[in-house]
């Protein structure tokens, strides 16, 4: 393991017991590579299989705060509605849910054995009646699309998976105006990690239906003819600016905001 890598595994494992009420049972079930069960600060309980890949989100968003709720979250409605793309196994989700009592979260995700994983969060959380999952891709049609899966509800999952990292299946699919539809036509927050359908779902989308929405935080791609400035131009245009950027080390690849009526930041 190089300095990188042990640095890395140093942080992960100070996290585990700074953000996690079951800090050693974590480790020990990582150590195990067998299910495992993290127990959060905010009362929490979020299951996943022990492999870095469905780790790794846990990780990022209740310990790294990587896309800021507390930031997110301020001002917005106390029965805010939420729209997750590429919900994962509901870490983003249910901190929202914990965040906001009053909120309705409506959770997307494509993948069939990770979708199963979010569904058993939201039972484990009581959330059933605030956290709808919705097995579906979100995309710029309607139907179907083929997706990369590889059954251990990685992150990756997805358009913009690497080569051999699991096997393609076709998934239902549905659009923005479909989602639109969904939540009653009220959407105040967006969240986006869609692995690489984040251009064709927004770009394609009716302006319109971002009326309502005040706050859109998005892991934006490497996708062949896009880039982020895209994403920029279409939410700034219909009033939503980009506020904060922090690009990782690949190109195409990083974090966005984007808040109603707050002013464009410097990217």
């Given amino acids: 393991m190089g300095l990188r890598g042990a640095a890395y595994a140093s942080r992960r ?25 993290f127990r959060t600060r905010t009362g929490l309980t979020i299951h996943a299989p022990s492999v870095d890949g469905a ?8 310990a790294d705060d990587v896309y800021r709720l507390d930031e997110l979250l ?8 939420a729209v997750d793309i590429g919900a994962h196994i509901g870490s983003f989700s249910t901190a929202v849910c914990a965040a906001v009592p009053g909120a309705t979260v409506h959770a997307y995700e494509a993948s069939p054995s990770t979708a199963a ?8 959380n009581s959330l059933g009646d605030r956290l709808v999952v919705h097995r579906r891709a979100v995309s710029d049609h309607e139907g179907d699309l083929e ?9 990756h999952n997805g358009l913009t998976a690497p080569d051999g990292s699991g096997s393609v299946v076709s998934v ?5 105006a479909d989602i639109h539809a969904e939540t009653g ?5 967006v969240k986006s990690d869609a692995e690489g359908a984040e251009y064709g779902v927004i770009l394609t989308s009716d302006p319109a239906h971002w009326a309502t929405v005040q706050r859109v935080v998005m892991e934006y791609h490497p996708v062949d003819g896009y880039e982020l400035d895209d994403l920029v131009r279409f939410l700034g245009a219909v009033g939503l600016d980009l506020v904060r950027h922090e690009p990782a080390d690949r190109p195409g690849l990083g974090n966005a905001w984007f808040a109603r009526g707050a002013g464009r930041a410097a990217a």
């Fill in 147 to 155: 997706i990369v899966d590889n059954g251990e509800a990685s992150a």
């Fill in 55 to 62: 780790r790794f989100p846990v990780y990022e968003i209740t």
């Fill in 172 to 176: 239902p699919c549905v659009t923005f």
């Fill in 185 to 189: 036509g009220t959407i105040d927050l």
């Fill in 117 to 124: 994983w979010l569904e058993r969060n939201v039972t484990a």
């Fill in 13 to 37: 494992i100070r996290q585990s017991f700074t953000h996690f009420d079951n800090g050693p049972q974590v480790l020990w079930d990582t150590l195990r590579g067998r299910e495992m069960t």
């Fill in 74 to 81: 301020a001002g917005l409605r106390p029965d805010l509605v």
